[in-house]
């Protein structure tokens, strides 16, 4: 779930990116009408309307990804998931040690993979 709400933070910051935006334009510029041009951004890949269309996408994707995580059942999940895992790696033979470690590297489930330690 995690890559699917990456990709859509990064298409909706993507197509929200308007080319008179960059530093360095002057007061005047930066007080006419910004339009986004996904023409400009994808060499034409996508029209006015697609635009529009993935924007609104992108913007529920992460809405829903943002309340579902900010539910508590969720939270009981993901310590259920934890403590779960724990056990089973006690089950498994790693040491109370071992097996915390292993669950603090690994943190939350719907992050990309293991923390690196130190």
Known sequence: MNRIFMFSLFMTLALMVSPNSA?????????????????????????????????????????????????????????????????????QGFTKEQAFELVLRFGNPLADGPRSGK
């Not at 924007?55 to 829903?64: C, P, S």
Request: glycine content about 6%; aromatic content about 10%.
């Open 23 to 91: 530093a360095g334009q002057d007061s005047n510029d930066s007080k006419r009408k910004e339009e986004t041009s996904s023409a400009n951004l994808f060499g034409g890949l996508f029209d006015d309307s697609m635009h529009a269309q993935l924007t609104e996408m992108a913007t529920k994707v992460i809405d829903g990804y943002l309340d579902y995580l900010a539910k508590p059942q969720t939270a009981k999940k993901l310590a259920t998931f934890q403590k779960n895992y724990y056990d089973a790696l006690i089950e």
